[in-house]
């Protein structure tokens, strides 16, 4: 079993947001955009995914961000967040025989934070 946390500043992915018309389609899927758009404080809900994606990374061993690309984790669902791995991060996990992949985020004003438990492929 392999464990992954992240914490980060809600402030800082909506600035991101605000000041880089890119960092969407770059690190999040359609259907992550889809679900964060559409919630009453998108910033909270992108940067819970964010920290989502960096904790899995983690677990995985494959570290953040120059490893896989950022839509190469896809999380999706809800209130049960379920991961999808794509492309690197699907090969990387598979190579280091790691199975299912349980996610739990939550936020307060300032911060979100996300925890991944990788378990062993049986």
């Not at 600035?15 to 389609?25: C, H, I, Q, S, T």
């Not at 992550?32 to 909270?44: G, I, L, T």
């Not at 794509?86 to 190579?95: F, M, P, T």
Request: net charge positive; proline share 3%; with cysteine.
């Amino acid at each position: 079993m392999r464990v992954g946390v992240d914490l980060i500043e809600i402030e800082r992915i909506r600035r991101a947001l605000d000041r880089y018309p890119g960092f969407r389609e770059r690190c999040f899927t359609d259907a992550e955009r889809a679900y964060c758009d559409s919630r009453k404080n998108p910033a909270q809900s992108y940067a819970g995914r964010f920290a989502g994606k960096e904790a899995v990374g983690k677990a995985l061993g494959l570290g953040v961000a120059r490893a896989f690309a950022w839509r190469e984790i896809e999380i999706v669902g809800r209130p049960k967040p379920s991961v999808t791995l794509h492309g690197r991060a699907a090969e990387w996990a598979e190579s280091v025989e790691a199975g299912r992949v349980d996610l739990s985020m939550t936020h307060s004003r300032e911060l979100a934070a996300a925890v991944a438990v990788v378990v062993d492929a049986e």
